[in-house]
Nanobody
Framework: QVQLVESGGGLVQAGGSLRLSCATS????????MGWFRQAPGKEREFVAA????????IYSDFVKGRFTISRDNVKNTLYLQMDSLKPEDTAVYYC????????????????WGQGTQVTASS
């Protein structure tokens, strides 16, 4: 059974940093694109970042570009999201997922979602 488990969320002050992890199990994900999404209360789940299987290509949404860094360790089967210079508007539940085809920016292009981890940046 495929499982994705996010961790690393928490409460930080604006301007602070957090590093999220997404541990995968049940199959090898080293050959697929993986991504991070987030969902704030009352809002749609939105794309944050994605990374190709070898890590050579990374894609970011405009609102995190320059502040967040996505990476992966295919030996540990773990996906990461380093979040720096956090803003109150970054507050959301963050999810990792496996890309199965189509646009990297579309929620419908992903499968095998984790349960999410809460990130709160206070002003």
């Amino acid at each position: 059974q495929v499982q994705l488990v996010e961790s690393g969320g928490g409460l930080v002050q604006a301007g602070g940093s957090l590093r999220l992890s997404c541990a995968t199990s049940g199959r090898t994900f080293s050959d697929v694109v993986m991504g991070w999404f987030r969902q704030a209360p009352g809002k749609e789940r939105e794309f944050v970042a994605a990374i190709t299987w070898a890590g050579h290509t990374t894609i970011y949404s405009d609102f995190v570009k320059g502040r967040f860094t996505i990476s992966r360790d295919n030996v540990k089967n773990t996906l990461y999201l380093q979040m720096d210079s956090l803003k109150p508007e970054d507050t959301a539940v963050y999810y990792c997922a496996v890309h199965i085809g189509g646009s990297y920016y579309s929620r419908g292009s992903y499968r095998y979602w984790g349960q999410g981890t809460q990130v709160t940046a206070s002003s």
